[in-house]
Nanobody, 121 residues
């Protein structure tokens, strides 16, 4: 399955964005989908995710209470809603699909190209 993340952009601190992860086909519905991010000079880190039924997986402590993931299987799309954005949220955001939940990036074998989120102070 091919993934395409979109919705990134420049936003002021305290603002909101919604990222989308669109899949190429309905096989996507059998996968857990996770969002990861990679800031300049840092390793890729897990953000949050959603299981096949639409239930959220645990979020990273840094985004708990601010970010939420949802999915619409009729549209083969997963969303990452980001509220109260902070400059430290600046990163390239990636969506990934896999058969089981993990916070380890290597576990996921389907990745999209990423979308850049920049939060100004």
């Amino acid at each position: 399955v091919q993934l395409q993340a979109s919705g990134g952009g420049l936003v002021e601190s305290g603002g909101s964005l919604r990222l989308s992860c669109a899949a190429s086909d309905r096989a996507f519905r059998a996968y857990i989908v996770a969002w990861f991010r990679q800031a300049p000079g840092k390793e890729r880190e897990y953000v949050s995710g959603v299981d096949q039924r639409g239930f959220s997986t645990p979020s990273a402590a840094a985004v708990e209470g601010r970010f939420a993931v949802s999915r619409d299987n009729t549209k083969n799309t997963v969303y990452l809603r980001m509220n109260n954005l902070m400059p430290e949220d600046t990163a390239i955001y990636y969506c990934a699909a896999g058969a089981s939940f993990s916070t380890v990036a290597a576990t996921y074998n389907h990745w999209g190209p990423g979308t850049l989120v920049t939060v100004s102070s």
